[in-house]
């Protein structure tokens, strides 16, 4: 799929978040042509508010958005860039670091830590993954007080050029 991507100057696709995922990483604006109810909802919000892309529900807005995108060259640049602003080639190898960290203190915790370790690291695995995830946003500059309703919290990082999204793509990430 990377290849393919790789010859596009824009992706029309549902919202599905492992294809928005990749889009974002390869740098490409997207074109939303529909989502499934509920769960793909946020990544509608997430593409559009964040300025990579627009969502048309019928065939002729589509059609309209993908007309208008390669007739303003700037405007496609400028999504482009915002795209690989936000992609996260290397998420999938950080929330593993992350997982791995959690299980290693659980053992260290359930077996006995070395000798000095004060005590057993509080909390159930979910909550320490929680709160891992929410360190490594701090991190990176992400605001992890973003968000709304039950939704897990997203925001784009604070260089970005674009409002909070609830969900989405990143909810991925940060729905611990």
Same mark, same amino acid.
């Given at each position: 799929?990377?290849?393919?991507?790789?010859?596009?100057?824009?992706?029309?696709?549902?919202?599905?978040?492992?294809?928005?995922?990749?889009?974002l990483?390869?740098?490409?604006?997207?074109?939303?042509?529909?989502?499934? $109810?509920?769960?793909?909802?946020?990544? %509608?919000?997430? *593409?559009?508010?964040?300025?990579?892309?627009?969502s048309?529900?019928?065939?002729? !807005?589509?059609?309209?958005? %993908?007309?208008?995108?390669?007739?303003?060259?700037?405007?496609?640049? !400028?999504?482009?860039?915002?795209?690989?602003?936000?992609?996260?080639?290397?998420?999938?190898r950080?929330?593993? !670091?992350?997982? +791995?960290?959690?299980?290693?203190d659980?053992?260290?915790?359930? *077996?006995?830590?070395?000798?000095?370790?004060?005590?057993? #690291?509080?909390?159930?695995?979910?909550?320490?993954?929680?709160? *891992?995830? #929410? #360190?490594?946003?701090?991190?990176? @500059? +992400?605001?992890?007080d973003?968000g709304? @309703?039950?939704?897990? $919290?997203?925001?784009?990082? #604070?260089?970005?050029?674009?409002?909070?999204?609830?969900?989405?793509?990143?909810?991925? +990430?940060? @729905? +611990?």
């Open positions: 799929m990377s290849e393919y991507m790789a010859a596009c100057d824009m992706l029309v696709t549902k919202a599905g978040p492992g294809t928005i995922a990749e889009a990483i390869r740098g490409l604006p997207l074109v939303i042509s529909g989502f499934l $109810p509920g769960q793909e909802e946020g990544n %509608v919000s997430l *593409v559009v508010e964040a300025g990579v892309g627009e048309g529900g019928t065939p002729d !807005a589509v059609a309209s958005i %993908v007309s208008r995108f390669l007739g303003d060259p700037e405007q496609l640049a !400028a999504m482009a860039g915002r795209a690989r602003d936000l992609g996260r080639p290397d998420a999938a950080q929330i593993a !670091a992350d997982i +791995w960290e959690v299980a290693t659980h053992v260290a915790a359930t *077996v006995g830590g070395e000798e000095g370790d004060d005590a057993p #690291r509080s909390g159930s695995v979910t909550a320490r993954l929680a709160a *891992v995830a #929410r #360190r490594r946003r701090l991190l990176e @500059g +992400w605001d992890v973003a709304g @309703g039950g939704a897990p $919290p997203f925001a784009l990082p #604070r260089s970005g050029s674009g409002g909070a999204a609830a969900g989405g793509v990143a909810g991925l +990430w940060s @729905g +611990w």
